[in-house]
């Protein structure tokens, strides 16, 4: 921050395309929160127990700030209610550190293979993290119990 005041203190006396360009990109910077989103996963899926027609998932949020939407894709998809191949969306705030274990409703969860990942998150002040090509989560494998 020092070194930004230093550079517009130099550039105060000239009001040439510089320091407007210079301008510009900090005002765009500034403005799009969803930029600082787009880091390797916040998210660490930690363990998942299949039950008769749940799953209980353990996660550990791994980033620097609370979650407070938590989007899943299972596959295969099963009785899901949401587009896109969501399986789950767990609400609530889940601190950066903690450890946290929600219950998945999936029908026949004991009865097949399934994997699940994280699609997207809601990060504390409504930023997005979505998972893309260049920025994906491990997804967690569970073997079909017989």
């Not at 403005?31 to 787009?38: D, F, T």
């Not at 916040?42 to 127990?49: D, E, F, G, K, R």
Request: with cysteine.
């Amino acid at each position: 921050m020092h070194r930004l005041s230093a550079i517009l203190g130099r550039m105060s006396g000239n009001s040439g395309p510089r320091r407007n360009i210079l301008l510009l990109v900090l005002f765009i910077l500034a403005s799009r929160p969803c930029l600082y989103a787009q880091v390797p996963c916040p998210v660490s899926l930690v363990t998942a127990t299949p039950e008769k027609d749940t799953i209980q998932l353990k996660f550990r949020n791994k980033g620097k700030v609370p979650i407070e939407q938590l989007s899943l894709a299972c596959s295969p998809p099963g009785n899901n209610k949401f587009p896109n191949g969501i399986c789950h969306v767990e609400t609530g705030f889940f601190y950066p550190g903690s450890v946290s274990w929600i219950k998945i409703d999936y029908q026949g969860a004991s009865h097949q293979a399934i994997e699940i990942s994280i699609a997207r998150l809601r990060l504390q002040g409504g930023v997005l993290w979505q998972a893309g090509t260049s920025h994906t989560c491990k997804s967690l494998k569970l073997p079909r119990k017989n």
